[in-house]
């Protein structure tokens, strides 16, 4: 009985890691997904304004502004140059993850509501 509960349990874990997206339609497996770096969005921007990730890791942003902000990577209005980070809507205390970037790259980000206010743009490096 003990075996099939640890062979459900590692059936599960195998779904759920078979759910992670990327950025990239070629990138390469064995991407482990961690939480590499966390940006901070306050009334006075977006902190820090670049952190440097390993490939194959994640982001998290946290809005801890009194209002909602929209974050998208560049370019605006498209947000095509690293889709792993377009997290979207983040309402006030709210946070999200980005999906694995799996492409050695700089990825710049924005709000996609204030896209020439540089207070709300950052960089993410994969390397």
Do not use: Y
Request: glycine residues 8%; contains cysteine.
């Amino acid at each position: 009985m003990r075996f099939v509960g640890m062979a459900m349990a590692a059936l599960a874990m195998a779904i759920t890691l078979s759910g992670c997206g990327s950025d990239s339609p070629s990138s390469p497996s064995g991407n482990d997904g961690t939480i590499a770096a966390t940006l901070t969005i306050s009334a006075s921007g977006i902190s820090p304004k670049s952190a440097t990730v390993p490939v194959g890791s994640r982001v998290t942003i946290v809005n801890n502004d009194s209002r909602s902000h929209n974050m998208n990577s560049d370019p605006h209005p498209d947000h095509t140059d690293c889709p792993a980070l377009n997290v979207g809507v983040l309402s006030p205390g709210q946070s999200r993850t980005s999906q694995n970037l799996t492409t050695a790259r700089s990825c710049g980000m924005h709000d996609h509501e204030d896209a020439d206010n540089a207070a709300w743009k950052a960089t993410i490096i994969v390397q």
